[in-house]
C-alpha cells in the first residue's frame, strides 16, 4: 500500500495533497475576486463577483490565459447575460 502524500503546516495541521490543492484553489478564487471588486466594481455587479473570478479561474485554465485576457474574454461574453438576469428581475 502506497503512503498518502500529506503536507504538515506550521501550526501543526496536516493536510492531504487533494485538501491542499482545493486550498490554492480557493486561494486564487479569492485573489481573482479581490482583483475584480478593485479594479471592475463598475462593470460587474458586486453580487456576482464570486462567480464570476470562478469563471475566469476556470477559463485561465481551460485556454492557458492570462487573468485579465480571461476577464477581458469573460465580459464580452458572461456580462451581457448577467445584465439581462437583472433587467429581468
Keep these: 500500500m502506497e503512503?498518502?502524500?500529506v503536507?504538515?503546516?506550521r501550526n501543526g495541521m496536516v493536510l492531504s495533497r487533494n485538501e491542499a490543492l482545493q486550498v490554492k484553489v480557493q486561494y486564487e478564487i479569492y485573489c481573482t475576486q479581490e482583483y475584480?471588486?478593485?479594479?471592475y466594481s463598475k462593470e460587474i455587479p458586486l453580487d456576482a463577483m464570486?462567480?464570476?473570478?470562478?469563471?475566469?479561474?476556470?477559463r485561465m485554465d481551460k485556454y492557458n490565459e492570462?487573468?485579465?485576457v480571461a476577464i477581458?474574454?469573460?465580459l464580452k461574453t458572461s456580462l451581457p447575460a448577467l445584465k439581462?438576469?437583472?433587467v429581468a428581475l
Design 50 to 58: 464570486h462567480i464570476f473570478a470562478i469563471n475566469v479561474r476556470n
Design 72 to 74: 477581458e474574454e469573460l
Design 36 to 39: 475584480l471588486e478593485e479594479n
Design 84 to 86: 439581462r438576469k437583472e
Design 66 to 68: 492570462t487573468e485579465e
Design 7 to 9: 503536507i504538515q503546516l
Design 3 to 5: 503512503k498518502e502524500f
